[in-house]
């Protein structure tokens, strides 16, 4: 087994889905040993970077209506975030929250 094969397997693991990320690279360390199933698993790795490549593309855009109050407090409200371990976030009913 070419070890620069085996490299470009796992380079291109890091691009797939997250929950197949860490099977794949089992599956790596099992070629090391017995290279049958190459192709299968090049594929499958192909499979999920297209797979997380279209989820990415159809993420919905984010938006903040500057009507509700949260969208007022958004910098303050990521800052606590970024801070804090627990943030909890308290409003009215349609607040946007």
């Known amino acids: 087994m070419s070890s ?3 490299s470009e397997l796992t380079a291109r693991i890091s ?3 997250r929950r197949d990320q860490h099977r794949f690279r089992q599956a790596v360390k099992n ?9 299968a ?9 297209q797979h997380r490549q279209t989820r990415l593309e159809n993420l ?7 009507e509700l ?3 007022q407090r958004r910098d ?17 009913t349609g607040s946007g929250k």
Do not use: F, W
Request: glycine share 4%.
């Open 60 to 66: 919905p855009a984010q938006n903040y209506p500057d």
């Open 15 to 17: 691009q797939c889905m």
């Open 76 to 92: 303050d409200i990521a800052a606590a975030i970024r801070d804090h371990q627990v943030v909890i976030v308290a409003g009215e």
């Open 69 to 71: 109050p949260v969208s």
């Open 41 to 49: 698993l090049a594929a499958k790795i192909a499979v999920s970077i």
């Open 4 to 6: 620069r094969i085996i």
């Open 31 to 39: 070629l090391q040993r017995d290279a049958t199933g190459i192709d």
